[in-house]
T-cell receptor, first 111, second 112 residues
Framework: DQQVKQNSPSLSVQEGRISILNCDYT??????FLWYKKYPAEGPTFLIS?????DKNEDGRFTVFLNKSAKHLSLHIVPSQPGDSAVYFC??????????FGTGTSLTVIP | KAGVTQTPRYLIKTRGQQVTLSCSPI?????VSWYQQTPGQGLQFLFE???????NKGNFPGRFSGRQFSNSRSEMNVSTLELGDSALYLC???????????FGSGTRLTVV
């Protein structure tokens, strides 16, 4: 039972344009969400988080949007850079318990 | 500060064997979680240990087990290996478990 879903396995974007990665979840009790970035042969690295009391969090080129009623979050990367090419995972947890991860979206930024 | 260290990085085992993977968390982190990553399945939660106690467990068979030592280092054991156990096993540590993880580079297990 996949509680966190990333329905797009891959995404290609031109350098300088916006990348939008989407994530849907089913558990309305989730109250904390994270995005991780993973390069091949490395572990995922933390990118940005958002708590359910907010609907937006921004950190430099990265912005995460949370729509609680739709149980949907998205990560926007503007402008996209070739170094952003990686697999992106969203993750969610409820009440400080374990995180549930999506299946990942492979982003390719074309120079 | 040193990151999360997983050993070994690569492992090849045959079906039926058992394997033990090791994880040393960041100093001061008491929560250690283990995940299995396979293509198309994302990161599947195995279990979490906090202060030497298993606090959460995912939906994996009993062949998958773990433990945590008093210095917060953790080991994961898989017995009676199956071909489908081939995956990247990731360990992640955090101070309390609910505040986000720092991942290790993983152990790539291949079962032949």
């Amino acid at each position: 039972d996949q509680q966190v879903k990333q329905n797009s396995p891959s995404l290609s974007v031109q350098e300088g344009r916006i990348s939008i990665l989407n994530c849907d979840y089913t558990n309305s009790m989730f109250d904390y969400f994270l995005w991780y970035k993973k390069y091949p042969a490395e572990g995922p690295t933390f990118l940005i988080s958002i708590s359910s009391i907010k609907d937006k969090n921004e950190d430099g080129r990265f912005t995460v949007f949370l729509n609680k009623s739709a149980k949907h979050l998205s990560l926007h990367i503007v402008p996209s850079q070739p170094g952003d090419s990686a697999v992106y995972f969203c993750a969610a947890s409820a009440f400080g318990n374990q995180f549930y991860f999506g299946t990942g979206t492979s982003l390719t930024v074309i120079p | 500060k040193a990151g999360v260290t997983q050993t070994p990085r690569y492992l090849i085992k045959t079906r039926g064997q058992q394997v033990t993977l090791s994880c040393s968390p960041i100093s001061g982190h008491r929560s250690v979680s283990w995940y299995q990553q396979t293509p198309g399945q994302g990161l599947q939660f195995l279990f979490e240990y906090f202060s030497e106690t298993q606090r959460n467990k995912g939906n994996f068979p009993g062949r998958f087990s773990g433990r945590q030592f008093s210095n917060s280092r953790s080991e994961m054991n898989v017995s009676t290996l199956e071909l489908g156990d081939s995956a990247l096993y990731l360990c992640a540590s955090s101070r309390s478990g609910g505040d986000g993880y720092t991942f290790g580079s993983g152990t790539r297990l291949t079962v032949v």
